[in-house]
């Protein structure tokens, strides 16, 4: 399954989000600066020809779709509204709905990685020591190489999120070096 050269994908987490839950307005800050350095980090990594995939909470509305998630977050008043503004997809990004914490949980996730020939998973987005962890176990009990860039993760206080990528670096062996770093690193290559 794994092809030996690398082969790299961005992995942006529960990012299109109203946040309008009872925590949102805790995670904002938080999520609105991890959003900014994403935003970068995709911007460079698609130069380099890696694939983008947004991975996103149906939310339990079962026949909701992406692109009406995208128009919610970036039409109505919603807490969410200026980090969906920055995180707003491009045309030929991919996007994969979820039912759970878990990107890989119940998704086709694992098919569009298989098929996009990705050994290697550059997993951002919130919250940190949610949908971001239980995302990276599973990358990780499937044998995927993790970089988990530690200013594009964000969770409800950053002692959660430090913990959690603390957990994350030294349980799933990801490199949770800051975006700045990764890119330099990629782009080196």
Not at 8 to 28: P, V
Not at 103 to 124: C, E, M, R, Y
Not at 145 to 162: G, R, W
Request: glycine residues 4%; contains cysteine.
């Amino acid at each position: 399954m794994t092809p030996s050269a690398p082969r790299y994908a961005l992995l942006i987490i529960d990012m299109i989000n109203d946040l309008e839950f009872s925590s949102g307005y805790q995670l904002l800050p938080y999520a609105l600066t991890s959003a900014k350095n994403i935003a970068t980090l995709k911007r460079t990594l698609k130069k380099e020809g890696m694939p983008v995939i947004y991975v996103n909470d149906n939310y339990g509305k079962w026949q909701s779709d992406f692109r009406h998630l995208v128009s919610h977050c970036l039409e109505e008043n919603v807490r969410g509204k200026p980090i969906a503004e920055i995180m707003k997809p491009d045309d030929d990004d991919y996007f994969i709905l979820k039912p759970k914490y878990s990107g890989f949980f119940a998704t086709p996730l694992d098919l569009l990685l298989t098929h996009l020939h990705v050994n290697k998973l550059i997993i951002t987005g919130v919250a940190g020591n949610m949908c971001v962890q239980f995302t990276a176990n599973d990358a990780y009990m499937r044998d995927y190489q993790l970089m988990i860039p530690s200013d594009c993760v964000a969770s409800n206080t950053p002692q959660t999120n430090e913990h959690a990528l603390n957990f994350m670096e030294e349980v799933l062996k990801a490199d949770i070096s800051p975006s700045t770093k990764i890119i330099n690193n990629l782009t080196k290559a």
